[in-house]
């Protein structure tokens, strides 16, 4: 058997293609769907962060409730600095946070939510903030939370590969699939040109066996039998 010529091989092919197709397209949807589900946790997890101190900053009595506050954003940053904390002003007394000149002006607007790399990460922090104009209690500052996006990256990047393992194996199970219903399906074919093989010039009153063949092969049949 010729394989390029081969009707099985073929249609093998076609049905990996087939498979290729409608499982990449599957996988696509998957992926954008789970990118939205922990695009939706992160800020879920932003936004919880966030609100803590947020309300403890809209309730402030006294300058010296400061330090309480540096100490309870310095408790809350874990060591692997997953989660930080900043607070922006012109008020040594209020300000807080490593690395500002890395967030300064990140948003001019009352609040906001976005990306920002800072140093050498080498996934972005979603960052979300709020301003604070200034009062009797305190100057303008802005208020800055920060979450680490690398585990969310790491987990899509995790089921991406799962993704196209299953993809590959997909396809190549179609493929052989694909071959052998085809070979199977090709069965009846086979017989008939055997049968026609045994056919003898000199024996004119031979004919083929047209009972038992599928209807596709039926009109071929009755012409071989004239």
Same mark, same amino acid.
């Given at each position: =058997? $010729? *394989?390029?010529?081969?009707?099985?091989?073929?249609?093998?092919? =076609?049905?990996?293609?087939?498979?290729?197709?409608?499982?990449?397209?599957?996988?696509?949807?998957?992926?954008?769907?789970?990118?939205?589900?922990?695009?939706?946790?992160?800020?879920?997890?932003?936004?919880?962060?966030?609100?803590?101190?947020?309300?403890?900053?809209?309730?402030?009595?006294?300058?010296?409730?400061?330090? %309480?506050?540096?100490?309870?954003?310095?408790?809350?940053? *874990? #060591?692997?600095?997953?989660?930080?904390?900043?607070?922006?002003?012109?008020? #040594?007394? !209020?300000?807080?946070?490593?690395?500002?000149?890395? !967030?300064?002006?990140?948003?001019?607007?009352?609040?906001?939510?976005?990306?920002?790399? !800072?140093?050498?990460? #080498?996934?972005?922090?979603?960052?979300?903030?709020?301003?604070?104009?200034?009062?009797?209690?305190?100057?303008?500052? %802005?208020?800055?939370?920060?979450?680490?996006? @690398?585990?969310?990256? %790491?987990?899509?990047?995790?089921?991406?590969?799962? &993704?196209?393992?299953?993809?590959?194996? @997909?396809?190549?199970?179609?493929?052989?699939?694909?071959? &052998?219903?085809? /070979? &199977?399906? &090709?069965?009846?074919?086979?017989?008939?040109?055997?049968?026609? /093989?045994?056919?003898? *010039?000199? =024996?004119?009153?031979? %004919?083929?066996?047209?009972?038992?063949?599928?209807?596709?092969?039926?009109?071929?049949?009755?012409?071989? $039998?004239?």
């Amino acid at each position: =058997m $010729n *394989p390029v010529r081969s009707i099985a091989v073929r249609q093998a092919v =076609m049905f990996a293609a087939v498979a290729l197709l409608l499982l990449s397209l599957l996988g696509y949807a998957l992926d954008r769907e789970l990118a939205a589900v922990l695009q939706h946790q992160q800020i879920e997890q932003l936004d919880t962060k966030f609100q803590d101190i947020d309300y403890v900053l809209k309730r402030l009595r006294t300058p010296d409730q400061w330090q %309480r506050i540096h100490a309870k954003l310095d408790a809350l940053t *874990p #060591p692997d600095r997953s989660t930080r904390y900043w607070i922006l002003s012109d008020d #040594p007394q !209020i300000r807080y946070g490593d690395a500002l000149a890395e !967030i300064v002006g990140f948003s001019q607007g009352a609040s906001s939510i976005g990306e920002l790399r !800072i140093g050498d990460q #080498p996934e972005p922090l979603l960052i979300r903030s709020a301003y604070f104009p200034a009062d009797e209690l305190h100057s303008a500052l %802005r208020f800055i939370v920060g979450i680490d996006s @690398g585990s969310y990256a %790491r987990a899509r990047l995790a089921f991406r590969s799962v &993704l196209l393992a299953c993809i590959s194996s @997909g396809v190549l199970l179609f493929a052989v699939f694909g071959f &052998l219903v085809t /070979h &199977l399906g &090709l069965v009846p074919l086979k017989r008939l040109s055997l049968e026609a /093989h045994a056919l003898s *010039p000199s =024996m004119l009153s031979q %004919r083929l066996l047209v009972a038992q063949l599928p209807a596709e092969l039926f009109d071929l049949a009755k012409s071989f $039998n004239g």
